[in-house]
């Protein structure tokens, strides 16, 4: 069982290795912060409550201005802010796992190098992952290569 805040807000079950996943979408966490903890409940015992809290906060939407007409629908989806996300453990520091990205800005983990990989010529071929619509530069000893 999953709490946020004390109320139950999601369930779901351990399959045979152990492993479980819930998904919290209807309805979605609001926003502001939530302190998320997960319960496990087995028949003829007592309750087990996670030691780890999870702290989400949850940015405001963006606001258009009030007023303007409804515009067309952009060819690329509007870039939000992300959810901070963190884990505090009964004691010691709180692991960052999730840090908020300004709109607009995008993270260093959306950018990926996948392979790189070089025939009997020498010719090299890196591929990988990034924000969509954004320009990648390549650099192998400093040197701009792509």
């Keep these: 069982m999953l709490l946020d805040g004390g109320k139950e807000i999601a369930r779901g079950e351990a399959d045979a290795r152990g492993e ?3 998904i919290v979408q209807d309805p979605p966490l609001a926003v502001g912060q939530h302190e998320l903890r997960v319960i496990q409940h087995v028949d ?6 996670s030691d780890q809290v999870i702290v989400a906060v949850v940015p405001e939407p963006p606001i258009a201005p009030a007023g303007s007409p409804t515009p067309a629908p952009p060819a690329a989806p509007p870039v939000r802010e992300e959810t901070l996300v963190m884990v505090a453990p009964p004691a010691g520091a709180t692991t960052l796992i999730q840090p ?4 607009g800005v995008p993270k260093s983990a959306d950018l990926v190098m996948s392979t790189l990989d070089y025939d009997e010529r020498g010719y090299v071929t890196i591929t990988g992952q990034a924000t969509p619509g954004t320009v990648v530069r390549v650099y192998i000893n400093d040197v701009l290569v792509a």
């Design 20 to 22: 479980w996943v819930v």
């Design 100 to 103: 908020p990205s300004a709109a």
């Design 44 to 49: 003829g015992r007592a309750a087990v409550t």
